[in-house]
């Protein structure tokens, strides 16, 4: 809305409302008007967000990848002392310590 249309607006509220004004004060109102339109609010809420619950997917292929490898280190005389998820593996071979982490890659855009 054009800043002259704001003012007869104004002055025509204001005057229904039972408060006539001048156009200079309307003039004043409008500009007050255009310059709040640009400021945001941001308010928050008396009750806390309940937080969203995600399921973790499965990623089946990582899976079988890893059990893959447990059966080799454990072939190999290792002893393995975690898995985590399908993601990492730790395992002790020749009284030394070693994580193997997989990772998925996702495809690059282009």
Do not use: W
């Amino acid at each position: 809305m054009n800043k002259e249309k704001l003012i007869t607006k104004i002055m025509k509220e204001c005057e229904q409302d039972g408060e006539p004004v001048t156009r200079e004060e309307a003039e004043e109102m409008a500009e007050m008007e255009i310059k709040a339109g640009n400021i945001k609010r941001y308010e928050t809420s008396d009750k806390p967000r309940k937080p969203a619950k995600k399921e973790r997917k499965v990623d089946e292929t990582k899976k079988h990848l890893l059990s893959y490898c447990k059966v080799l280190f454990e072939g190999l005389g290792a002893k393995i002392i975690n898995v985590k998820t399908e993601t990492e593996i730790t395992f002790f071979l020749d009284n030394e310590e070693y994580s193997l982490k997989l990772i998925k890659h996702r495809k690059k855009d282009k």
